[in-house]
């Protein structure tokens, strides 16, 4: 990659030694800018440039601004006449990224087209992207000393700063965490200086992992699919992927937990994924039991803090197991020994925004190059990942019965054409609700749609409350007595009449699971009912309280969105009721039908996981639709092969592969203008085989404000668009319009629409 010609500074440095000048070289630096280019800069004072580790974050002047980036690379010179800055600092003792990490990104950045600078700082913890020190040591506490204790009894005078410190303290004998003090009002770093200079305060550090249990549980005896699945990957000779196809309820986490302990053996680590971060507690309160070594965990609900110091403990080498969401795939591990990905189906492994990766083909890159196996798990298998067992890229490992004596639940369709319904639910569901309750069951509903109601609307004039930035309307949530978008999060009260007629009979339309929630209370006020969506656990541990309420039992009606489908082991339900199956049916994009199989599939897996048999009931206006009735007749698999001849037939993936290039704009020709140029550059490329598409609107054509139009490029193999996408891309900087447009790139997306 070229150094920047454009930045000037200070005249390049030379040592003279002897009678002889001796370069002090350059290093090549990856800022986290847009531009996608490296940067050279001199050394710092008193330093060559082999002196500065590569993968070491250095922090650098770029224009007005300070920047932490990462040191790539070395070079005896830069460009001819070309004045260069000095690195201002460098921040790390040792590189923040191992080499073998260095190379992983490096190759993901070039694979997604991205700005490797960017890349970079997406693989790092917050804190260390701004420039904290690189320190393993754990969480601070601060505690007061004996002489503090002195000082504690009679205070000093004039002296308030001190004085409140002392008497915080105080009140915690056993210390305070760094992270505590900071949540209380002010800035208490020259406090903490002073008192420290003065003896009253001593300072030690607290690991962010719990100590491992001191006697493992030990787990049931696998069955026979188990041990073959165990067998095959622990005998696995350096990389080999796995794809562990197991029905709901067949025991995968049994495989995983069998396969670490064979890596644990080893003296290695390992690396576990999930989608998403409610089914981190549940999973690791179970390897807590089964693993007696230091786990760290890596998730968005963690805070700055926590997340670096278990991202330190990880690359030190004390945690040696990591289980974490998307991100983790990046986590650094000296003894890497095995890489697990959870509910490998699930679109959540794909970042939707910035640096647009997949973590699962990520952690197979990195399961190749590491020497490493590689596991994806999932009841219900992407068909990407069906047909790299078809081509031979991976080993299938199927999982066909329930583990223990748990037996597949019962599943029906209730046709819901022409029925009464009462709070969204037919008459069966409701007589099935209260049969399973009266039977000490534990049900629980699932209705992909939080809010109150997806719309509300006149009575007279048939006024609907549109959302003023997005072509979308307004979601109302009843309890706040607010009108939200889910997409840009615009809200506005609910009007008390309607703006148009002023009628005051506004009605709310359609289910969402508050309304649910609201109807089952009055149905079962005797009953204890849970809604689990993103409204009713934004508050930090919330998610991880109504988790522990549904699986204890506690909680006898569970109501929820996707979050309750996912992997959640609720051994207390024996009904599982789908409110509406009909959303994902006749989606636009091609896919849709894949993720509905999924949904129904994972959602019906949460019944009948114990010794009493389960329950499903799938609610549609379409019960003759072919998908449903091959999922109710056959199996997930029978409807996946189904689902393949058709995009194999279609040449869709993963039978082609796609690029997409989206452009937003406050005008829309201006976006269609950037595109349709975009396409005459693509044309003028000319790579054989690349099919380009549009530009077209997006499905939702305006968001937040701004218009949304895109390009499909299309090839039966990836070789041919990544051949055309570098070109185009250094094109794309040179077009008029591409000032006055946000676009991106999305490499193997999983939303063309």
Not at 21 to 34: E, K
Not at 304 to 310: F, I, N, T, V
Not at 410 to 425: E, F, I, S, T
Request: charged share 25%; with cysteine; aromatic share 4%.
């Amino acid at each position: 990659m070229p150094s920047n010609p454009e930045l000037s500074a200070t005249t390049k440095r030379a040592e003279i030694v002897g009678a002889e000048v001796v370069s002090t070289g350059v290093v090549r630096v990856a800022v986290p800018t847009p531009l996608r280019k490296l940067f050279d800069y001199l050394p710092p004072e008193g330093l060559r440039a082999d002196q500065v580790a590569i993968g070491s974050r250095v922090r650098v002047s770029f224009g007005r601004r300070h920047l932490v980036g990462i040191a790539v690379g070395h070079a005896a010179d830069t460009d001819a006449g070309v004045s260069l800055k000095p690195i201002r600092e460098v921040l790390d003792k040792r590189p923040a990224l191992p080499p073998d990490l260095l190379e992983l990104i490096t190759w993901a950045a070039g694979y997604y087209h991205h700005p490797l600078g960017e890349a970079l700082a997406t693989a790092l913890p917050v804190l260390l992207r701004r420039g904290a020190a690189e320190d393993a040591r754990g969480e601070a506490i601060y505690a007061l000393s004996a002489s503090g204790w002195e000082a504690a009894r009679t205070p000093p005078k004039r002296a308030p700063r001190q004085v409140a410190l002392l008497t915080l303290l105080a009140g915690h004998p056993e210390g305070m965490a760094r992270t505590a003090l900071d949540a209380e009002d002010g800035d208490w770093n020259p406090t903490l200086r002073t008192l420290r200079d003065k003896g009253w305060l001593t300072l030690s550090h607290r690991s962010c992992l719990p100590p491992p249990v001191e006697s493992v549980i030990q787990g049931p005896v696998p069955n026979i699919e188990q041990q073959a699945a165990i067998d095959a990957i622990t005998s696995a000779s350096g990389f080999t992927g796995f794809l562990l196809d197991g029905v709901t309820g067949s025991g995968k986490t049994e495989v995983y937990l069998r396969a670490i302990e064979f890596a644990l053996a080893q003296r290695r680590q390992a690396l576990v994924l999930v989608p998403e971060i409610g089914l981190t507690p549940q999973l690791v309160a179970r390897f807590r039991a089964r693993l007696a070594v230091p786990i760290a965990v890596l998730h968005s609900g963690l805070n700055d803090s926590e997340r670096l110091c278990s991202w330190q403990q990880a690359a030190s080498g004390e945690a040696r197991v990591v289980i974490g969401t998307r991100s983790a795939a990046f986590t650094p591990l000296p003894e890497p020994g095995l890489f697990i990905l959870d509910e490998e189906h699930d679109a959540s492994f794909k970042q939707q925004d910035g640096f647009r990766y997949s973590a699962r083909d990520v952690l197979l890159m990195r399961g190749r190059r590491s020497d490493v196996p590689v596991v994806l798990g999932s009841a219900t298998p992407s068909l990407e990942s069906l047909h790299n067992v078809e081509r031979g890229r991976l080993q299938k490992l199927p999982l066909r019965a329930r583990a223990g004596d748990a037996s597949p639940p019962r599943v029906a369709l209730l046709d819901m054409r022409a029925q009464p319904l009462n709070g969204g639910l037919s008459p069966r569901m409701w007589q099935s609700l209260e049969r399973h309750l009266a039977e000490d069951g534990q049900v629980l509903l699932f209705l992909n749609r939080r809010g109150y109601a997806p719309v509300m609307s006149c009575h007279d004039c048939g006024w609907l409350p549109a959302c003023s930035r997005c072509d979308a309307n307004l979601v109302v949530h009843q309890r706040e007595g607010r009108l939200r978008c889910h997409h840009c999060g615009h809200e506005q009260p609910i009007p008390r009449a309607c703006p148009s007629c002023r009628s005051e009979r506004l009605r709310p339309l359609g289910q969402g699971t508050e309304r649910l929630e609201q109807e089952l209370r009055k149905r079962f006020p005797e009953q204890t009912v849970l809604r689990i969506d993103r409204d009713s656990t934004r508050r930090k541990g919330a998610l991880h309280d109504a988790l522990d309420e549904a699986q204890s039992g506690r909680a006898r009606i569970l109501v929820g969105t996707q979050m309750l489908a996912k992997g959640h082991h609720f051994p207390n339900v024996t009904l599982v009721g789908i409110v509406d199956a009909d959303g994902g049916l006749f989606g636009a994009d091609f896919r849709a039908a894949e993720r509905m199989a999924q949904q129904v599939v994972q959602v019906a897996g949460r019944a009948g996981r114990a010794e009493r048999r389960g329950e499903v009931l799938i609610q549609t206006h379409s019960p003759d639709h072919p998908l449903l009735n091959t999922l109710i007749h056959a199996d997930y698999a029978t409807l996946a092969q189904s689902l393949m001849d058709e995009r194999r037939a279609a040449e869709l993936p993963p039978f082609s592969a796609l690029a997409l290039l989206r452009a937003e704009a406050h005008d829309l020709q201006i976006a269609q203008h950037f595109l349709r140029s975009a396409r005459h550059e693509a044309e003028r490329i000319g790579i054989a085989g690349v099919l380009i598409l549009g530009p077209a609107p997006a499905a939702m054509a305006r968001r937040a404000g701004k218009h949304r139009v895109q390009l499909l490029l299309q090839a039966p193999e990836r070789a041919p668009l990544h051949r055309l996408i570098p070109g185009l891309l250094k094109r794309l900087d040179f077009l008029p319009s591409m000032r006055k447009v946000r676009w991106t790139l999305d490499v193997d997306p999983i939303e063309v629409v």
